[in-house]
Nanobody, 112 residues
Framework: VQLQASGGGLVQAGGSLRLSCVAS?????VAWYRQAPGKTRVLVAQ???????TYTDSVKGRFTISRDNAKNTVYLQMDSLKPEDTGVYYC??????????WGQGTLVTVSS
């Protein structure tokens, strides 16, 4: 499994960004994790191969995870961004019964 994440950047509070993760492989659960400066990496959102979706409470109603299987891509649409959303966002993927894989991070900075 190879993962390629992109889409980070600098945005003002209240703005939007869309992250993309191109994930080779089939039957993958794909997730986005965030690591804020000086903090541990935490799950932000996950979508399973069957389309089941999970969000951490702090992003519910603001972030949307989706997948385009034809493009092997999972998106994280981030709206109403807050300074506390700042961090490096990592793409993660795992097939059932397999080990997890991590992509490189993409930095999201939300200014107040």
């Amino acid at each position: 499994v190879q993962l390629q994440a992109s889409g980070g950047g600098l945005v003002q509070a209240g703005g939007s960004l869309r992250l993309s993760c191109v994930a080779s492989g089939s039957g993958l659960a794909v997730a986005w994790y965030r690591q804020a400066p000086g903090k541990t990496r935490v799950l932000v959102a996950q979508i399973t191969s069957g389309g089941d979706i999970t969000y951490t409470d702090s992003v519910k109603g603001r972030f949307t995870i989706s997948r385009d299987n034809a493009k092997n891509t999972v998106y994280l649409q981030m709206d109403s961004l807050k300074p506390e959303d700042t961090g490096v966002y990592y793409c993660w993927a795992r097939a059932t019964g397999s080990r997890p894989y991590w992509g490189q991070g993409t930095l999201v900075t939300v200014s107040s």
